[in-house]
């Protein structure tokens, strides 16, 4: 089993200035360098100026419009010879680009998330679209993930709240996980499952949940990075993945207006720990309440139908992948939980 790690791993306040100085610690003086559309704007300048002082020559700098393959397999191609590193700023699209193109080329990736909203950043895969479709494709953990905190904290809150959405999940995930060892046999990491449990429980425990403490969010990050981490020791998405997933893939395809990843898996969460009788639960609620997760859905909340629709579709999202959803009756009796529960009635409209 070869299981990769990234080496470097900064987040904290202001490190987009120290940026230039932890490639060059890593060896690297020759970069591509991705940017998300609107990104430069945002934050080249203190990549300039680390870059600079550092003397990091950008051998090919590209503006990364959208995850389709064929526009990746264009820049993927053509980077320039003695390029050692493809370091990728920006929201996910930049960053699943940034790693598609350092794996087609075997060239180690730096990630650098200017949003957290979902654990995609540090997982080994990449979320691509192929003639319109969206895929999971094999790439490789990042090399180094560098998170500039303080430009998480100037984030719209619900990328933060998505993050923490995506995050909380691993309850349930990890419980389906279980749930499929017992019914199928299948093999559980329990290293996978340990790390990725302690990730959420390190945000779960942090007396101060505000979305704008420097040191929250520094734990949020760090657990996404955990939950990659976790992926890649697992050697699949189960740490990461369960019953809520299925329902937020099935949302996203079912909903004339899907919502960020994390929103939807957090609400899904919601759910799911409630069938699956997750000792957690409480947790899971008392988390999603104290990060303002919860008050921002309640004055935007999910389509009803929809989202009870998304539960009756989601087992057959990924045939054969045993969730507590694949359990006789479990869908029903779902459906007439949410129908009868107050909880229900203003996450849900
Ligand atoms: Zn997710």
Known sequence: MDIRIPSLLRIKPDTLFKLGKYLRKHGFDRIALCYGEGIEELVGRSIRISRDSSEITVVRQEVVHSNDVTDIMGVAFHLPRGTQAVVAVGGGVAVDAGKYIGFLNQLPVVAVPTAISNDGFASPGASLRVEGQRISAKAAIPFGVVIDTTVIAACPPRFTLSGIGD???????????????????????????MIALQSVENLVNHPDKSIEDLGFLQLVCGALVMSGVSMEVAGSSRPASGSEHLISHAYDRLAARPRMHGEQVGVATIATTWLQDNPQRDTVLRVLEQTTFLSAIRADPLDRATFLAAIAAAPAVKPG???????????ERLQAHIAADPLWQDLLA
């Open 167 to 193: 995050l909380i999940s691993k309850y349930s995930a990890i419980a389906d996980w279980k749930l499929s060892y017992h019914a199928t046999g299948e093999a559980i990491n329990d290293f996978s499952a």
């Open 321 to 331: 992948y045993h969730t507590v959803l694949s359990e006789p009756g479990a869908v």
